[in-house]
């Protein structure tokens, strides 16, 4: 459905407040409050996999964002379009089921609509293997991947990213892949240049296709009209890569990051925001441990609920514990991720004698008799469990190989227990850098405690209107308890402030976990809304933001394609109103394993009663302005089909 010019929106906001540099005081006793929206809204999805966050773009040009969906390896792609009133409808499958990691928007044909690149895995790294470009012909998803001539350079396929490399008005995109882990002819990570007939062509860029990273975010770091790369993965030091315009990049981190002992490392999603409305973008690092890194030696235990769960790596082992329950002992959960294979599963035995019983994937309740003595002797793969008296129980496990990629198990009616080792701390402290005239300061130390957490996502926008970025933080959990996310409030002078129960979280409790997502305005109220995805089985969520914010004012604007033909993505917008200048980055806000384009910008007012002018330059550096703009309604800028 066609977008009209201007559609007037019903805005409540409710606190009094003035500039941006003095109404937090007012604005924090006001607090945010979302709802799931999920099943009215026609958002019904799967308890599945995820990997890496959503992809948002207005994928048929109707001015209304859609929603790409990936459930890793479980289901297709799940695409869902926008009715126009608020609701959606789910696509007919656009790819075939695989082993789906990131995925990317973007115009690469100039035909007015989304093409799609999606990302694959690799077996592991023993069979990498080419991205796929999903070209759509109004609606209708063609792979153009040989035809393209993008069929012959294979990868560990991470992240996919559109970008005119070279600013010559087309879409180039990138691969960034995993580590290789057997010998290949072509690069670790890829570029391709868009050659403007439908045809790409690789083009070698030393430096960046030795990148050790498996997720970038694109940027302008440094406001020179030219693509820089934030590249980062969970187990190496972060680097910022200044691009040049011409397929190569200068890796520029020593010269503009703090020095970190860590090299902040652990960065699983980065976010760009202007936190100080100073006209340049700041960063935002949500740090973690992946399930990789938190198999190994990891329980969380509630004495509360009195349930403890375990992980460890499945490598050839043997470790334990002693656990105390002077009731019976119920095992449930006990599972592992295979490794190519080598076990169906891991055997369970009770006691001094070893008696077998069928591994426990749902409850099983095992008495002090059943499980009487410990063997003297483990030989042979499997978990052990045995009770010695006096409420104490010993359970030992061990891998006669390298088997799987972790083990995990969960005890209920623990009183307490004693670990062999040191369970390590799942935590990592996020990073705020702020960006002064292109270097950075670290002021991490102005997040609340709770963004020193094992934080998988984060996702930035104005979520009170007050005209300052404020940040929505996923956090991993317990390892088998959802728990909830976490909203910092932009206090104003680089300080934040969290809110933790704002509503923005179904699942708590249950065994899934946080994930990544995205703020947008899907109903069009002037205020921004939440997607989220909930990982290990858990399910997307469409929170609507429901805060009454009477008298805080905002605006929407739609941004299109240039004079020049150019289409949004790397568009560069400022609103000016008497109080504060706001600046954002069309794109990605923030990005983890998939690329949006977030043309339609929503921007807090606060107080002001009118924009005075808007701004758009466009990457070709086509510029067209606006003056003097209505507020709470949705404005256009640019060419629209």
Known sequence: MALKNKIMLVIALGVTGCST???????????????????????????????????????????????????????????????GDGTYRKNKDIYPIVDLHGIAAGDYDLDGDQDVLISLGGGNGTTPQPQRLLRNDNGEFTDVTVEAGLSEMGARGRAVRWVDIDNDGDLDFMQVNAEKMISEDVPRNILFENLGNGKFVYRASSGFEDIDAERVLITD???????????????????????????????????????????????????????????????????????????????SFNKQKRRLDLRDEGNKSQDGLTLHANGDLTLTDFSHFPRAKRMEFMPVYLGESKS???????????????????????????????????????????????????????????????????????????????NDNGKFVDISENLPSVSQDNNWGVVTGDFNNDSLADFFVYRFGELKERVTDALFINQGNNQFKAQ???????????????????????????????????????????YQNQTDLTGMNS?????????????????????????????????????????????????????ANQVEKITVVWRDGSTQTMEDVGINEMQRIGQFN
């Open 21 to 83: 540099t003095d109404m937090t005081t007012n604005m924090t006793k006001s607090k945010i409050v979302f709802n799931d929206v999920s099943q009215q809204v026609g958002l019904i999805t799967e308890a599945n996999w995820k990997y890496g966050g959503p992809t948002i773009a207005d994928i048929n040009n109707d001015g209304h964002y859609d929603l790409l969906l990936t459930n890793h390896n479980t289901t297709p792609i799940e695409l869902f379009m926008a009715n």
């Open 221 to 299: 770091f440094n406001n020179d009209g030219k693509f820089d790369l934030i590249a980062f993965n969970a187990y190496h030091a972060t680097s910022i890569w200044q691009g040049n315009g011409d397929f190569n990049f200068k890796d520029v981190t020593a010269e503009v990051f703090p020095q970190a002992p860590d090299g902040y490392h652990g960065v699983l999603t980065a976010a760009q925001a202007d936190i100080d409305n100073d006209g340049d973008l700041d960063y935002y690092f949500a740090r973690g441990k992946l399930y990789y890194t938190i198999a190994n030696n990891a329980i």
């Open 356 to 434: 077998q019983i069928t591994t426990p994937a749902q409850a099983v309740s095992i008495s002090q008799q059943q499980a009487q003595g410990f063997p003297t002797e483990i030989t042979e793969t499997g978990w052990y469990i045995g009770y010695l008296g006096n409420g104490e129980w010993r359970v030992e496990w061990k891998l006669t190989d390298n088997l799987a990629w972790d083990i995990r198990a969960s005890f209920s009616g623990v009183e307490d227990y004693k670990a062999d080792w040191i369970p390590q701390s799942l935590g990592l402290s996020d990073v705020l850098l702020r």
């Open 500 to 542: 933790m129960q704002h509503g923005a979280a179904t699942e708590l409790g249950m065994d899934s976990h946080g994930d990544m997502g995205a703020a947008f305005d899907y109903d069009f109220d002037g205020k921004l809304d939440l997607l989220s995805g909930d990982d290990d089985n858990g399910r997307w969520h469409l």
């Open 555 to 607: 605006l929407l604007l739609r941004v299109g394609y240039s004079a020049t033909g150019i289409d949004p993505l790397g568009a560069k917008v400022t609103v000016t109103t008497a109080d504060s200048q706001q600046f954002q980055l069309i794109g990605s806000h923030s990005a983890s394993h998939s690329q949006s384009v977030m043309n339609i910008c929503h921007f807090g007012l606060a107080k």
